[in-house]
């Protein structure tokens, strides 16, 4: 079973581009210029990013895991006029487990997706609330790149979650921070330090024992974002 599911989430990975044609890095570099808020585009790809987060308040106990893939599309805030489409997507591969002893969870993630590379993890804690909320707060690094930008991604999350028969509500609070620095533009070339908050409802669905799919609406500094995806958890 286990190595089905990993097969298949890994060929789930390897087809959500075709959902996206739009290639991340050659979008901008065909329509940054001297005018372009670059400002605005940081703040939405690292929420971009960022959405991978949280989509449960719980974790794994050790030695268990949790593998998954998560696909992210956001909708370009006004003020970012580098994005030509509608919205910006990315695909992640996830894992997440507890570390015996100092009780806190590890992440790690990354994706290949359409000219977006990006690899990342961090450190998360889970708790209860009340005996029926589930509570997880994380820090999280990711560094990301495309052909004509490099980008440094921190975040910082905190989801709840409440368990209703095979579905799990969640809720969270997120803020991430980007420091994007361009390349190939010359003397055009420069970089953003930039902040943003976001806002996610969600619920995740167990569809069998050990798999479960999700999907989130996520308000970010556009007019919102959606993600969704598939795990494996034991």
Known sequence: MKKIVLVLLFIVSAILPAIADTDLGDDFGKHFGPNSNLSAYNKDISNLIGMADFHSGSAPAF????????????????????????????????????????????????????????????????????????????????????????????????????????????????????DISTRKFGSLDRSSKDGSMRYTVGVNAKVLPFIYVFAAYTKTQGDGSINGGVGFSF
């Open 63 to 178: 030695p268990g895991f949790d593998l998954g893939v998560t696909f992210n599309a956001i909708k370009p805030s006004s003020s970012n006029n580098i994005s030509s489409e509608d919205y910006l997507m990315a695909g992640f591969v996830s894992a997440s487990t507890r570390i015996p002893v100092i009780g806190l969870g590890a992440v790690v993630r990354g994706t290949y997706f359409n000219g977006l590379e990006s690899i990342g993890g961090g450190l998360t804690y889970h708790t209860n609330v009340l005996e029926f909320l589930n509570v997880s707060a994380g820090a999280f690094y990711d560094h990301a790149r495309t052909d004509y930008y490099s980008l440094n991604h921190y975040s910082v999350s905190v989801t709840a979650s409440t368990s209703l028969l095979i579905f799990t509500p969640y809720a969270g609070i997120g803020y991430d921070y980007g």
